[in-house]
């Protein structure tokens, strides 16, 4: 039986295809279109899904779509009255959900009526947590989802039981823990769709001055079932405004208004503008604005661990990307193991609807675990070589490089306060962090031993953590191996991983990696099994 994922008109539009129970293909649309983040319909994304399962547009059975319009109908009417506009986007959304067997058949060229696939539409959250259960090691665990927003819902927790998930509570919009973040990213003038990641990052360098005013910004409050909080919506507007996502349709580059209302500024001090030197306030001001996300989001945690009894969690929802946070769920909850989707984003929604199909509608058994992340596409060394020779590189040979800065150089592309990471040999964790749980997916930051931080400086952040990733034999043996040859020259099974890209999508076909390569002057570049060295 064979299931299609599509998480489409949406922000990380993706696909995925799951056959008989087993993962075969999942990729987001913008290693394709080059656009980060892209919205709109995933139909390249699609494409390659169908081609790696070998399969067309007539053998899928069902199309899992993680998007409910009518979920949370009541709440939506009672914005809807208050805010026309809002009401006008409603519809047009409403009008893409119901269109897109007819955005399918046009993407491929196929007769409508040729698709045979049966079509499901799972709530935003309800695929959220499919896609950390479903795919997690664990027979019984405790669930959570929190993102900005998803038909109409910011949060949702449950518990899930072998091919089953039980829903336990969610909170509605307009209260949001990511649209919070989201708020003070834009107030501390990031601006950009995602830039949420880089004031965590700023956030070390601060001090939780301002967590007082935090507390009244986000406030604990017993919502459901004995969990949950709620925003001091005096400080935000898009209660006021309308909460929906749009595109530009030339571009696809999703973007959102502008979250944070006056009183925000009446309490913080002054908007910092984008191009403004940041200072020790809007260090502190990230500090405690990451202090408070971690008081409610574990504090929630907590609470679950409490409710269920259970000793593991799974994460997703653009929250769960905040690893400082899950880093920190072991000292400050009963968990002792969790497991965070590795596109804990929208993205993973394509995984996420189509194991719902699977386990929650359809009741097959569990007989899958995701423990690596590689499902998008590979290159042959034909194809390889064929991208080396249009390039002009093989004519020129490959000559020696000079050693030349190449991560500075690089650096010099990104605000300099963000992190690099590190890749760890899974069985040496424990000898250069503070924490052992595996990490296969960086969601997680740990903190470096005292006294290894001087072996691994570039991957050791401000605070003294690393958002590391385990690497083990099993998962990815070449990487593992290129670690542990690097251990045996400098006595240190540590590398520093970073995403192969430029202020644009991660490097998709090799002609990318190759443009990326000459355009960011590395030194050398492993592409298959051949080493390009700069000419
Ligand atoms: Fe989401």
Same mark, same amino acid.
């Given at each position: 039986?064979?299931?299609?994922?599509?998480?489409?008109?949406?922000?990380?539009?993706?696909?995925?295809?799951?056959?008989?129970?087993?993962?075969?293909?999942?990729?987001?649309?913008?290693?394709?279109?080059?656009?980060? =983040?892209?919205?709109?319909?995933?139909?390249?994304?699609?494409?390659?899904?169908?081609?790696?399962?070998?399969?067309?547009?007539?053998?899928?059975?069902?199309?899992?779509?993680?998007?409910?319009? =009518?979920?949370?109908?009541?709440?939506?009417?009672?914005? *809807?009255?208050?805010?026309?506009?809002?009401?006008?986007?409603?519809?047009?959304?409403?009008?893409?959900?119901?269109?897109?067997?007819?955005?399918?058949?046009?993407?491929?060229?196929?007769?409508?009526?040729?698709?045979?696939?049966?079509?499901?539409?799972?709530?935003?959250?309800?695929?959220?947590?499919?896609? *950390?259960?479903?795919?997690?090691?664990?027979?019984?665990?405790?669930?959570?989802?929190?993102? $900005?927003?998803?038909?109409? *819902?910011?949060?949702?927790?449950?518990?899930?039981?072998?091919?089953?998930?039980?829903?336990?509570?969610?909170?509605?919009?307009?209260?949001?823990?990511?649209?919070?973040?989201?708020?003070?990213?834009?107030?501390?003038?990031?601006?950009? #769709?995602?830039?949420?990641?880089?004031?965590?990052? !700023?956030?070390?360098?601060?001090?939780?001055?301002?967590?007082?005013?935090?507390?009244?910004?986000?406030?604990?409050?017993?919502?459901?079932?004995?969990?949950?909080?709620?925003?001091?919506?005096?400080?935000?507007?898009?209660?006021?405004?309308?909460?929906?996502?749009?595109? *530009?349709?030339?571009?696809?580059?999703?973007?959102?208004?502008?979250?944070?209302?006056?009183?925000?500024?009446?309490?913080?001090?002054?908007?910092?503008?984008?191009?403004?030197?940041?200072?020790?306030?809007?260090?502190?001001?990230?500090?405690?604005?990451?202090?408070?996300?971690?008081?409610?989001?574990?504090?929630? !945690?907590?609470?679950? &661990?409490?409710?269920?009894?259970?000793?593991?969690?799974?994460?997703?929802?653009?929250?769960?990307?905040?690893?400082?946070?899950? $880093?920190?769920? #072991?000292?400050?909850?009963?968990?002792?193991?969790?497991?965070?989707?590795?596109?804990?984003?929208?993205?993973?929604?394509?995984?996420? &609807?189509?194991?719902?199909?699977?386990?929650?509608?359809?009741?097959?058994?569990?007989?899958?675990?995701?423990?690596?992340?590689?499902?998008?596409?590979?290159?042959?060394?034909?194809?390889?070589?064929?991208?080396?020779?249009?390039?002009?590189?093989?004519?020129?040979?490959?000559?020696?490089?000079?050693?030349?800065?190449?991560?500075?150089?690089?650096?010099?592309?990104?605000?300099?306060?963000?992190?690099?990471?590190?890749?760890?040999?899974?069985?040496?964790?424990?000898?250069?962090?503070?924490?052992?749980?595996?990490?296969?997916?960086?969601?997680?930051?740990?903190?470096?031993?005292?006294?290894?931080?001087?072996?691994?400086?570039?991957?050791?952040?401000?605070?003294?953590?690393?958002?590391?990733?385990?690497?083990?034999?099993?998962?990815?043996?070449?990487?593992?191996?290129?670690?542990?040859?690097?251990?045996?020259?400098?006595?240190?099974?540590?590398?520093?991983?970073?995403?192969?890209?430029?202020?644009?999508?991660?490097?998709?076909?090799?002609?990318?990696?190759?443009?990326?390569?000459?355009?960011?002057?590395?030194?050398?570049?492993?592409?298959?099994?051949?080493?390009?060295?700069?000419?």
């Amino acid at each position: 039986m064979n299931i299609l994922g599509i998480n489409a008109y949406h922000g990380n539009a993706s696909a995925a295809i799951v056959c008989d129970g087993m993962l075969i293909a999942a990729v987001e649309e913008e290693r394709f279109n080059r656009v980060k =983040y892209a919205a709109g319909f995933p139909a390249q994304a699609i494409r390659y899904c169908l081609k790696e399962a070998g399969l067309t547009l007539s053998d899928i059975d069902h199309v899992a779509v993680p998007r409910n319009p =009518y979920a949370r109908l009541g709440t939506k009417l009672f914005y *809807a009255l208050r805010m026309p506009s809002f009401a006008q986007a409603r519809v047009k959304v409403l009008a893409k959900f119901t269109g897109i067997p007819e955005a399918l058949a046009a993407a491929f060229d196929a007769d409508p009526k040729k698709i045979n696939a049966k079509f499901h539409r799972i709530e935003h959250h309800k695929a959220h947590l499919a896609s *950390a259960f479903f795919v997690s090691s664990f027979e019984r665990a405790a669930l959570l989802s929190a993102d $900005g927003l998803g038909d109409f *819902a910011s949060t949702m927790w449950g518990f899930g039981m072998g091919n089953r998930m039980e829903i336990d509570g969610a909170i509605p919009f307009p209260h949001s823990l990511g649209l919070y973040y989201t708020a003070v990213t834009q107030y501390l003038g990031f601006l950009k #769709f995602g830039d949420e990641y880089k004031v965590m990052g !700023l956030a070390a360098y601060g001090q939780p001055e301002q967590l007082d005013a935090f507390r009244d910004i986000v406030r604990f409050e017993s919502r459901s079932n004995g969990n949950g909080f709620r925003l001091g919506l005096d400080y935000f507007s898009h209660h006021r405004t309308g909460p929906e996502m749009s595109w *530009a349709e030339s571009d696809k580059t999703p973007v959102l208004g502008k979250v944070f209302s006056d009183e925000m500024v009446k309490r913080l001090g002054p908007v910092r503008a984008p191009e403004e030197t940041l200072e020790d306030r809007h260090r502190n001001l990230a500090c405690s604005l990451q202090g408070r996300l971690e008081e409610v989001y574990l504090g929630m !945690l907590k609470k679950l &661990a409490k409710r269920s009894g259970l000793k593991a969690v799974c994460l997703a929802g653009g929250v769960a990307f905040n690893c400082v946070a899950n $880093g920190k769920i #072991f000292d400050s909850t009963p968990f002792e193991q969790v497991y965070v989707h590795p596109a804990a984003g929208d993205a993973g929604l394509a995984v996420g &609807a189509a194991y719902y199909v699977w386990h929650q509608k359809l009741g097959k058994p569990r007989s899958f675990v995701m423990d690596h992340a590689y499902w998008g596409p590979g290159y042959s060394r034909e194809e390889i070589l064929q991208a080396i020779g249009s390039s002009g590189l093989a004519q020129d040979g490959y000559c020696i490089p000079e050693m030349k800065e190449i991560l500075n150089r690089r650096i010099k592309h990104r605000e300099s306060f963000r992190p690099f990471a590190p890749s760890i040999l899974a069985e040496n964790t424990a000898e250069y962090f503070e924490k052992s749980h595996p990490s296969p997916f960086m969601t997680l930051a740990y903190g470096v031993r005292p006294e290894k931080r001087d072996k691994i400086p570039a991957p050791t952040h401000a605070d003294g953590t690393g958002r590391l990733q385990t690497v083990t034999r099993e998962a990815n043996p070449s990487y593992h191996a290129l670690i542990s040859a690097f251990r045996d020259l400098t006595g240190v099974p540590v590398v520093l991983n970073t995403s192969f890209n430029d202020n644009e999508p991660i490097v998709c076909r090799p002609e990318e990696a190759i443009d990326c390569f000459l355009r960011t002057q590395m030194d050398a570049l492993v592409l298959g099994d051949f080493l390009i060295l700069r000419p």
